[in-house]
C-alpha cells in the first residue's frame, strides 16, 4: 500500500513561487501516471498537471507555462513548481497515483491512491 504525502504549501503573495512535493513510500511513483489536482472550498476536484509513463507531461490551461511537474525516481518524489501564482491558484493541493494510462491523466476517479493535501494561499 503506496503513502503519498504532500509538502510545500503555504501563504505566498501574488507573483510569487511555491515548491510542492510528493513523496512515496511503500511502493514507487515510478512506472505509474502521477499526477497533481487541487479543490478551492465548494468546487470540484481539478486537475492541474499529471506525469505519465515515459515521462510525457501535461498540464491545465490555467497552470501552462507557470506550472511544471518533475519526478525524481532516486527520492521516490514527484514535484510541482509553481510560479507567477496568482490568488485563484488558492486551494488544497493533492497529489495522486495512477494505474492507468496517459489517456486518463486528467481524471480525478482514475487515480486510486491520493495524498492528504497540502493547502496553498495566494493573497493579493
Known amino acids: 500500500q503506496v503513502q503519498l504525502v504532500e509538502s510545500g504549501g503555504g501563504l505566498v503573495q501574488a507573483g510569487g513561487s511555491l515548491r510542492l512535493a510528493c513523496a512515496a513510500s511503500?511502493?514507487?511513483?515510478?512506472?505509474?501516471?502521477m499526477g497533481w489536482f487541487r479543490q478551492a472550498p465548494g468546487k470540484e476536484r481539478e486537475f492541474v498537471a499529471a506525469?505519465?509513463?515515459?515521462?510525457?507531461?501535461y498540464y491545465a490551461d490555467s497552470g501552462k507555462g507557470r506550472f511544471t511537474i518533475s519526478r525524481d525516481n532516486a527520492k521516490n518524489t514527484v514535484f510541482l513548481q509553481m510560479n507567477s501564482l496568482k490568488p485563484e491558484d488558492t486551494a488544497v493541493y493533492y497529489c495522486?497515483?495512477?494505474?492507468?494510462?496517459?489517456?486518463?491523466?486528467?481524471?480525478?476517479?482514475?487515480?486510486?491512491?491520493w495524498g492528504q493535501g497540502t493547502q496553498v494561499t495566494v493573497s493579493s
Open positions: 495522486g497515483r495512477s494505474y492507468y494510462g496517459d489517456k486518463y491523466h486528467a481524471t480525478p476517479a482514475m487515480y486510486s491512491d
Open positions: 511503500g511502493s514507487t511513483v515510478n512506472n505509474y501516471i
Open positions: 506525469i505519465g509513463w515515459s515521462d510525457n507531461t
